[in-house]
């Protein structure tokens, strides 16, 4: 019985979507969401103005804290918003990701997320964790 899973989540429809399926699939299970906010570079869209902030770990927090509500949200859909824990990380999303699954059990990630252009530069992150992972991986379209 699997009785940690760590979701990986960025505010795209994707992500929400593996949410749910964790939600659902491991009913017993604690979950943690975790929001990985990029270090600051030129190509950060709208997250840009957090590199200009006094305290930039804090700003980033305050940019990850719309993803955290939206996931007791839709865990409080299902009863289960007590189940769930939040973890953030500054940095590369795939590095994260895979450094902080060894302390899970599974990991649920959505198939794609954000906008066709941060894809595109990004490249595809579920496909780089399913390759790298150290605990298995369930991709969620």
């Known amino acids: 019985m699997i009785s940690r899973v760590l979701v990986p989540m960025d505010g795209s429809e994707m992500s929400e979507h593996a949410l749910e399926y964790a939600l659902e699939a491991y009913p017993e299970a604690a979950i943690t969401i975790l929001s990985v906010v990029g270090e600051p570079s030129s190509m950060w869209g709208s997250a ?3 590199a200009l902030a006094d305290d930039f ?3 980033a927090r305050e940019h990850a804290q ?3 509500d ?3 949200e839709l865990a409080s859909e299902v ?4 189940d769930l824990e939040t973890a953030f990380e500054l940095g590369h999303p795939v590095r994260a990701i895979i450094n902080r699954a060894d302390d899970y059990e599974t990991v649920v ?3 794609h997320g954000g906008t066709v252009a941060e894809r595109l530069f990004v490249g595809n992150v579920a496909e780089k964790v399913v390759r790298r992972s150290p605990v298995p991986v369930v991709v969620v379209r």
């Open 79 to 82: 009863g289960r918003e007590d």
């Open 70 to 72: 939206r996931a007791g």
């Open 109 to 111: 990630i959505g198939s």
């Open 57 to 59: 770990e804090q700003a």
């Open 66 to 68: 719309p993803t955290f």
């Open 48 to 50: 840009t103005g957090i």
